[in-house]
């Protein structure tokens, strides 16, 4: 069952109610009054570009990345050289 959020237009509480999308949505668990229900739309958060600080200059980071990758393919093929 979905979650929403509503504000009582009464006494301005913000709650969180589950129920089926096509129910309706009775009174406030507040003030016990009805029809004072207001749904507030929801933020949604997705994944997304990581926000770099002003004083990393652009590709640092894969630089970074490529240069701790290349030091670790280094060591797996001194390691496996090692087992045989």
Do not use: W
Request: aromatic share 4%; charged share 25%; proline share 5%.
């Amino acid at each position: 069952m979905p979650r929403y959020t509503y504000r009582c237009n009464n006494c301005d509480t913000t709650t969180d109610i589950f129920h089926l999308a096509e129910e309706n949505v009775g009174e406030c668990p507040q003030c016990n009054i009805s029809d004072v229900l207001t749904r507030v739309i929801a933020q949604i958060r997705t994944p997304g570009k990581q926000q770099s600080s002003p004083s990393t200059r652009v590709g640092k980071v894969t630089e970074d990345f490529i240069l701790e990758a290349r030091q670790d393919l280094k060591q797996q093929k001194i390691d496996a050289g090692n087992k045989k």
